[in-house]
Nanobody, 124 residues
């Protein structure tokens, strides 16, 4: 069974940066597309970035495009989310998810495996 563990969240001032990590165990990430999602209190979970396994193509939501970068290190079975120019509206619990196959999606219901989440708070 694939297991995912997120890390790297914390408190940061507006305009600052954080790098989140999603480490996999139990199975190689080679067989999954990996997405980053976030969920703020009272809101639905939304997809912010996704990376395909077959060619490393990346996809972003409009709200983070140009500020966030998703990348993967296959040797370490880890996916990263570099977040720059953070805004208060980026505050949320961030989750990584794994979707079997070679496609991609920013819809949470497409994803089978989830980590426990890491809190990101952007505040002065």
């Amino acid at each position: 069974q694939l297991q995912l563990v997120e890390s790297g969240g914390g408190l940061v001032q507006p305009g600052g940066s954080l790098r989140l990590s999603c480490a996999a165990s139990g199975y190689s990430l080679d067989y999954y597309a990996i997405g980053w999602f976030r969920q703020a209190p009272g809101k639905e979970r939304e997809g912010v970035a996704c990376i395909r396994n077959v060619d490393g193509t990346t996809y972003y939501s409009e709200s983070v495009k140009g500020r966030f970068t998703i990348s993967r290190d296959n040797a370490k079975d880890t996916v990263y989310l570099q977040m720059n120019s953070l805004k208060p509206e980026d505050t949320a619990v961030y989750y990584c998810g794994a979707m079997p196959g070679s496609s991609w999606s920013l819809h949470p219901f497409e994803y089978t495996y989830w980590g426990q989440g890491t809190q990101v708070t952007v505040s002065s």
